[in-house]
């Protein structure tokens, strides 16, 4: 699952941690090759123990030939043969045997042809351990540094002396042998440990499937194509959907409700206000005049802060998505049939029939019309209205359109412009409206994330252009 766990950190901001499938796979992967590790080198060691035991019954074999001959009074110093070994008569050839007579000094040694005047090592010498059966095993260097494994034992025979035996082997048989089986051990554990972790791979791909599928249903609510997440689910995660389809159905409710309490509110204080300032439209004098002010002033603070409800109440669910060509030729008309007779031409381009905003359409509706409604007041004769795809802040960022509202009128200066996105700001009292117009779009397009810019435009007078959340 390519979805990323966040968490936040000292600043409050969204900080991402390790994905499950990378915590499920990392842990997974690391045990198996840990597991291979320590049973390779488990049976590489018990294979070395079987091979030097294997060496040492030969070794043991000739040296039980050598204590029969001693015992039997069969063995000749001056010929004592090969005891069926033939390098025992090659020179230096890795086989060798050596009997040394203890009881005389000092001790006489007699020796196999193959040690070619050298003697072998002691063992006791070299710290070698004797065995229960009181043997000693070991390796050695003998003739010309070469590498062996001796097995050497004392035999007391009474009057007829007392003797050390010593039988030894070149040892690059045991290495070549432990070497091979190392190597054969290595290529298969590899292979095995590769098949190992693809296969963990696949099972948690395999098992987190479920979530990925939880996402996309995610994504499809927050992109407005479906409503609540549905299909069957594991058990694990089954819990969790139904949580989320609470959740969305709760703030659906909430959405609702603000919405019902907004007109309600509405309804409620706009025919009172209306009642006073009737009354005190039939009046005369500085009182009625007074009344009159403050009946405006609480009208524009009551549109105020139930367009604010509003707005606030109809970005908070997610899971809308209107498109954009039909909202905008709709209110072009609109306009034209309002302005006809001020001869206005007001055009729309929209260059991608398949954008959709990301929300509701009253809140498109609400954002176009005040630019647009706007621009025909000051427009001189043309209002052009562009939707077009606009740039992601950053690679791999949400889509987002732009929505640019143009006409032909006198424009704003630059510290107009900023005086025109204050909240009730008229800059011509002649002009019908409230001067709610271009702070609620302010308002509305922050509220979903956007951006509202007021610019110099091409046709001389005011361009409006909003960045809005796109799908």
């Excluded at 011509?428 to 956007?450: C, F, H, M, N, Q």
Aim: glycine content about 10%.
């Amino acid at each position: 699952m390519s979805a990323a766990a966040r968490t936040p950190d000292a600043q409050g901001k969204p900080r991402r941690a390790a994905s499950i499938a990378a915590r499920l796979f990392g842990s997974a992967a690391l045990w198996t090759l840990a597991a291979l590790l320590i049973g390779g080198v488990t049976l590489s060691s018990y294979y070395t123990r079987s091979v030097e035991r294997s060496f040492d019954q030969r070794l043991h074999v000739y040296l039980k030939t050598l204590v029969g001959a001693l015992a039997d009074g069969g063995f000749d110093k001056d010929d004592p043969g090969s005891f069926g070994e033939p390098r025992f008569e090659l020179p230096l050839s890795g086989w060798y045997w050596q009997v040394t007579r203890l009881d005389r000094d000092p001790p006489e040694a007699t020796t196999s042809k193959s040690l070619f005047e050298e003697q072998l090592p002691r063992l006791a010498d070299l710290g070698v351990e004797e065995t229960l059966v009181g043997t000693r095993e070991g390796y050695a260097l003998g003739p010309e540094n070469q590498r062996l494994r001796v097995v050497e034992r004392i035999i007391d025979l009474g009057q007829d002396g007392r003797f050390l035996i010593s039988i030894g082997g070149q040892a690059n048989e045991i290495d070549d042998d432990i070497k091979n089986f190392n190597a054969a051990l290595l290529v298969s554990f590899l292979l095995l440990g590769l098949g190992l972790v693809a296969t963990t791979g696949f099972q948690v791909r395999f098992g987190l499937r479920p979530l990925v599928h939880l996402r996309a249903q995610l994504a499809e609510v927050r992109a407005g194509g479906r409503s609540r997440l549905e299909g069957s689910f594991p058990e694990e995660i089954a819990p969790l959907a139904v949580e989320l389809n609470a959740l969305l159905d709760s703030n659906r409710e909430i959405v609702e409700r603000a919405r019902t309490h907004v007109g309600n509110l509405a309804h409620g204080l706009k025919t009172p206000l209306s009642v006073i300032a009737n009354e005190a439209d039939a009046g005369e004098g500085a009182f009625a005049d007074k009344v009159r002010e403050q009946a405006q002033v609480m009208r524009r603070q009551i549109d105020h802060h139930l367009e604010r409800a509003r707005l606030s109440a109809g970005v908070a669910f997610a899971g809308e998505a209107t498109p954009a060509k039909p909202v905008v030729e709709a209110l072009v008309r609109t306009m034209q049939k309002i302005h006809r007779d001020r001869d206005l031409t007001v055009e729309a381009h929209v260059s991608d029939e398949q954008l959709r905003f990301r929300g509701e359409r009253q809140d498109l509706d609400e954002i176009v019309g005040n630019l647009v409604d706007n621009a025909c007041k000051w427009a001189a004769g043309r209002v052009t209205v562009t939707v077009e795809p606009a740039p992601a802040p950053v690679v791999g960022g949400a889509r987002l359109l732009k929505v640019a509202v143009d006409d032909d009128g006198p424009g704003l200066t630059e510290e107009q412009r900023i005086a025109a996105l204050a909240r009730g700001k008229r800059l011509d009292e002649t002009k019908p409206g409230s001067g709610l117009g271009l702070a609620i779009v302010g308002d509305l397009t922050r509220l979903y994330g956007g951006r509202f810019e007021l610019e110099r435009s091409k046709l001389g007078g005011l361009r409006c252009a909003v960045t809005l959340p796109a799908l």
